[in-house]
């Protein structure tokens, strides 16, 4: 029961910078979004990913791992798109 909440909690937190994602590649305009706020949730989900790896947690690992991903992604694209 433990690994399904936390699994669920993972894909609920990890999806949620999707949306967010997808309207920055849809519309190529990052003027609303704070990059500081991208580093210092990736610094965050960085360390849940060695938190999890440390603790032996899978759920932990895979969901922060891709919220990584996501936000690592939506940072490329801040800098990228912040110019136009």
Same mark, same amino acid.
């Given at each position: 029961m433990e690994n399904i909440i936390g699994s669920v909690a993972g894909i609920c937190t990890s999806v949620a910078m999707l949306?967010?994602?997808?309207k920055v590649l849809r519309e190529k305009e990052v003027e609303n979004i704070s990059w500081g706020m991208i580093v210092v949730l990736l610094i965050g =989900?960085?360390?849940? =990913?060695v938190y999890g790896i440390i603790k032996e947690e899978w759920p932990i690992i895979l969901s922060n791992a891709f919220s990584v991903l996501v936000n690592t992604t939506l940072l490329i694209y801040?800098?990228?798109?912040?110019e136009k």
């Open positions: 949306p967010q994602l997808i =989900v960085s360390l849940w =990913v801040y800098f990228k798109y912040r």
